[in-house]
């Protein structure tokens, strides 16, 4: 079978094409843990830790709230529960109802910062921030990082930022606040 020029051409540019659409997806930084993902609700987070042991979460008594009502903390730990877990404590946070940060804490017994910092590289290449307390990837959605002594963070970046300027503007109205009271003196 002999193949024109044209149709070499286009096969070529098409198998490229396949070859960086994997290349990329390969590099996209996860969404979460195993099957927790970030901007799950509470009820479909608190599922799916029933059904991984390795969390050992034993249910709502390990779910608090945070200062504001809405916002809800899962902590989960593994030393009576799962002490063949490599993880240890694990938190999800929740922000307007969804997942936003996910913290995996691993057993320093049981794994080391170097291996998992080598598989994060080999997956994501090299962090875009690094240094002696963590090293940080950042996609448009995630971010994720790896921290010593040895926790793994999953962020959504999206909500990390609203929550970020929502704290700067009450910080600029307090600042005006006090500006206006010591007017007023």
Request: glycine share 4%; with cysteine; net charge negative.
């Amino acid at each position: 079978m002999k193949m024109s020029c044209k149709t070499l051409k286009l096969f070529c540019l098409l198998f490229i094409f396949t070859a960086e659409v994997f290349a990329q997806q390969e590099n996209q930084l996860p969404s979460g843990y195993g099957n927790i993902k970030l901007g799950m609700t509470v009820e479909e987070v608190k599922a799916e830790l029933k059904k991984d042991s390795q969390f050992g979460y034993r249910g709502d008594r390990d779910v608090s709230l945070l200062p504001r009502q809405e916002d809800v903390l899962i902590e989960t730990d593994t030393l009576k529960t799962a002490p063949y877990s490599f993880l240890e404590k694990c938190w999800f946070q929740f922000y307007e109802g969804k997942l936003y940060v996910i913290t995996i804490n691993v057993k320093t017994s049981k794994m080391d910062y170097f291996s998992i910092f080598s598989k994060l590289c080999s997956k994501y290449g090299e962090p875009e921030n690094f240094n002696p307390e963590k090293a940080q990837w950042n996609d448009e959605d995630v971010i994720m990082s790896l921290e010593r002594p040895l926790a793994l963070k999953y962020t959504d970046k999206k909500v990390y930022d609203k929550i970020l300027e929502e704290n700067y503007v009450d910080k600029t109205i307090q600042e005006q606040r006090a500006q206006d009271f010591l007017e007023g003196l």
